[in-house]
């Protein structure tokens, strides 16, 4: 059997008394797109923070491939390919779009330099309809185009797992079919990805599975139209019928 391309082993995060992330385990398939979802203070951006090193785990363990990772620095982690979006988005506002992609090629995984990274920046941002907007200071642009150079920015490092944090989020209805699309095609290309979403429609459409997580617990784990049927899940979601 192959070795998975994430595996998180009974990983835990604590901030003093409070355990946001609670004894966690799962696995991500290579070139699968899995879904964490889960209601809001589930502990989910925390998860993505253990995997991309933003914090370090309490106790357990994450291994990329065969390799641990938890514990490593972020810029460690992003350099053994891992790769990821923000819920709030993180861009360099005095630089332009070009420059700001060009910075995933540079300082992530693929280390790019020069015209190599220039180009592949330039065809990252015409993906992701902005090759118009490339000398453009990213402060000039809207919410939504600074989400879209974020996701550009962490594609050009050529991730080996891509860590996806409410990307769709904000977005209207044209555009977020836009996004779906464009997740789409990159799971299409064998893509690794965890994608955190509100959005049920973008899950139902991209996911193979999806884990749910509430107060920090994982609470089902499995094939999307199953799991979002289940009863512990609808619960978490809607609440008790008592409590309404």
């Not at 620095?73 to 992609?101: D, W």
Request: charged share 25%; net charge negative.
């Amino acid at each position: 059997m192959s070795t998975p391309a994430l595996t998180v082993n009974a990983a835990r995060k604590q901030f003093g008394g409070l355990v946001a992330v609670n004894d966690v385990d799962f696995e991500v398939r290579e070139g699968e797109l899995l879904g964490l979802i889960g209601p809001n203070g589930s502990g989910k951006t925390t998860m993505l923070n253990l995997i991309s090193g933003a914090l370090k785990p309490t106790a357990g363990e994450i291994r990329l491939g065969a390799e641990r990772i938890s514990g490593k620095s972020p810029h460690e982690i992003a350099q053994k390919g891992v790769a990821r979006t923000f819920q709030l988005v993180r861009v360099l506002p005095s630089m332009s779009a070009e420059r700001n992609v060009m910075a995933g090629a540079v300082f992530g995984h693929a280390r790019l330099w020069g015209d190599e990274a220039r180009d592949v920046a330039r065809d990252l941002l015409a993906r992701v309809g902005l090759e118009k907007r490339a000398h453009l200071p990213v402060s000039a642009l809207t919410y939504i185009d600074q989400k879209r150079i974020e996701l550009a920015r962490a594609l050009a490092s050529n991730p080996k797992l891509l860590l996806l944090d409410e990307w769709l989020a904000g977005l209207n209805p044209s555009e977020l079919q836009i996004g779906i699309s464009l997740i789409e095609e990159l799971g299409n290309e064998g893509r690794t990805i965890i994608m955190v979403e509100h959005v049920m429609d973008a899950i139902r459409a991209l996911c193979d599975r999806c884990v749910v997580m509430n107060t920090g617990h994982k609470i089902a784990e499995g094939e999307v139209g199953a799991v979002l049927s289940d009863p512990e899940v609808m619960r978490a979601y809607l609440g008790d019928d008592e409590d309404a």
